[in-house]
């Protein structure tokens, strides 16, 4: 994905700041829950967002870690913990990830590795007319037919040598 971060659209996390170090609640070395995000910003044409979170230091192809759509436009945050279902929050839908599972798979690098994580949020103009068997490959076609602007959030992790 090359979508560019947006000035005024803005995605943050209270669990760790922009380019910082994700904590490991948030991880394969810990709880491996999704981390809470609240954003700001959007354009007030937004009918639906999309987020997508994926490791951008994985050699080949992009790794997902979490790729969900249709979050409701009077949404402006994720609480920690959203629960791997299909369908959440009011027509929220979550799709399978790199690991083939439903909903949020945290950071798991190999150890002594630094990885970058990016958050991407993006409004839509749309909500997509997809459900819960849609590959990711289906999802990141329909979000970039309908993509209004983009919010970027990135973490970091690095999981100590064993």
Do not use: K
């Not at 971060?5 to 922009?18: D, G, K, N, R, V």
């Not at 990885?115 to 490959?137: E, I, K, M, N, W």
Request: hydrophobic content about 40%; aromatic content about 10%; overall charge negative.
């Amino acid at each position: 994905m090359s979508w560019e971060q947006a000035e005024t659209f803005i995605l943050q996390s209270e669990a760790f700041p922009p380019g910082g170090s994700m904590p490991p609640r948030y991880t394969c070395d810990g709880e491996n829950e999704s981390p809470p995000l609240l954003w700001s910003g959007s354009p007030s044409t937004t009918e639906a967002f999309a987020l997508l979170v994926n490791d951008v230091d994985v050699p080949g192809a992009s790794f997902i870690h979490w790729l969900l759509f249709n979050i409701p436009a009077d949404i402006n945050r994720l609480p920690a913990s959203v629960p791997r279902l299909e369908y959440f929050e009011v027509g929220t839908v979550q799709v399978r990830n790199s690991t083939g599972r439903i909903g949020y798979d945290g950071p798991c690098p190999p150890p002594g590795e630094l990885h970058h994580y990016r958050f991407t949020l993006v409004a839509l103009d749309a909500p997509l007319a997809l459900g819960a068997l849609a590959s990711a490959q289906q999802v990141l076609d329909a979000i970039r037919a309908h993509t209004l602007d983009t919010a970027v959030l990135v973490g970091t992790y690095e999981r100590p040598h064993l």
